[in-house]
């Protein structure tokens, strides 16, 4: 059997006339002789549409067939390119691989160590920062504290002042109510010549 593309290529036509050719479709009577001629010699392709050459040429395999052959050449061609790559391949290729990985890697892995130092210390210092900001915003708070407290006393006293002021001032209201009246005359001054 074979696939459409080598049929393609062994008689010089494209994939698509070789569809047609086997599914019975018109072509040119030249194309459909070069892909009669492949098939001749390369057999028929797993499947077949309306036959343009004799029935007994292609018979229709069993699908267990095809895959059973497709995977076959998959295998084939896998063990086909792992010999490949063994034989190109010098042996050691995988010491030489290993060493050059050590080589590089030590580098980086020294690095990562110098980075978590200097991560560890970072953290130090944040942490020594934070608590020499947080004992300064604390003296900061007090300090407003304070401010806020001392201006609160002196409204006190002032308030207090005004209380006992307003106080006394009753206090003679009242008591000037339970006198009598007192009028006061304002005279003007006398002129002088």
Do not use: C
Not at 42 to 61: C, H, N, R, T, Y
Not at 145 to 155: A, M, P
């Amino acid at each position: 059997m074979a696939t459409i593309l080598e049929l393609s290529r062994h008689a010089g036509v494209p994939a698509e006339s070789v569809l047609r050719v086997v599914n019975g479709e018109p072509v040119s009577g030249d194309v459909t002789d070069r892909v009669n001629r492949a098939i001749e010699v390369l057999g028929p392709p797993p499947f077949a549409g309306p036959p343009s050459f004799p029935a007994e040429v292609v018979e229709p395999p069993a699908i267990e067939l095809v895959v059973e052959s497709a995977r076959r050449d998959l295998l084939a061609t896998f063990a086909e390119a792992a010999t490949e790559l063994e034989t190109r391949l010098p042996q050691g290729v995988g010491s030489v691989v290993y060493e050059a990985i050590r080589v590089e890697v030590r580098p980086v892995a020294e690095h990562v160590a110098e980075m978590e130092r200097l991560f560890q210390h970072l953290v130090r210092r944040i942490h020594e920062v934070e608590a020499r900001e947080r004992s300064e915003r604390l003296e900061d708070i007090a300090l407003l504290t304070e401010l806020i407290t001392s201006g609160w006393r002196s409204v006190d006293r002032r308030l207090g002042r005004v209380e006992r002021m307003l106080e006394r001032l009753q206090a003679q209201q009242n008591g000037a109510n339970s006198r009598a009246p007192r009028h006061v005359e304002v005279r003007p001054k006398p002129k002088s010549d």
